[in-house]
């Protein structure tokens, strides 16, 4: 267990306390999936809540890669991003972003060089000292 596991091999690791179990996964580095096995709930929510790991399941471990309709990634040193259906079609897709400013654009005149309105907007604001 001082590699990272791609096997068929669950190791199961008895402990004495929840904080001992949440104390053991906080202390390594970051798991590509956390799988629980309890019947309570509370347990359940309880460890989720305190740990970062990719992906949970709860009381399964051979399906968690099989639900297609859940992204499925590590976090940190298990890597990063969402693999499986949609997410995994955006997360190794680079959206490029075209922008086409309209013909008329209310910005132009904001920009250099400035004509005869900028002259009379700028002359008009200076009769107005609490403009300026």
């Keep these: 267990m001082q590699e990272e596991i791609f096997g068929p091999i669950l190791p199961v690791l008895p402990y004495t306390s929840l904080k001992s179990v949440i104390d053991y996964i ?3 580095p ?3 999936a956390l799988y629980v096995f309890t019947r309570d709930r509370h347990m359940s929510d309880t460890v989720i809540a ?3 790991s990719g992906g949970v399941t709860v009381n399964d471990c051979a399906l968690h890669v099989a639900q297609h309709d859940l992204p499925f990634g590590g976090t940190g ?3 990063m991003g969402h693999y499986h259906g949609m997410e995994g079609f955006i997360e190794f897709s680079k959206l490029r972003p ?3 400013q309209a013909p008329l654009s209310s910005t132009a005149a904001l920009t250099p060089p400035y004509g005869a309105l900028a002259a009379r907007v700028y002359q008009a604001i200076k ?3 609490w403009l300026s």
Excluded: E, I, Q
Aim: proline share 11%; charged share 30%.
């Design 30 to 32: 970051r798991p590509l």
């Design 127 to 129: 009769k107005f000292p």
């Design 77 to 79: 040193n298990s890597g």
């Design 50 to 52: 305190h740990t970062r």
């Design 26 to 28: 906080n202390d390594r």
């Design 98 to 100: 075209v922008f086409h």
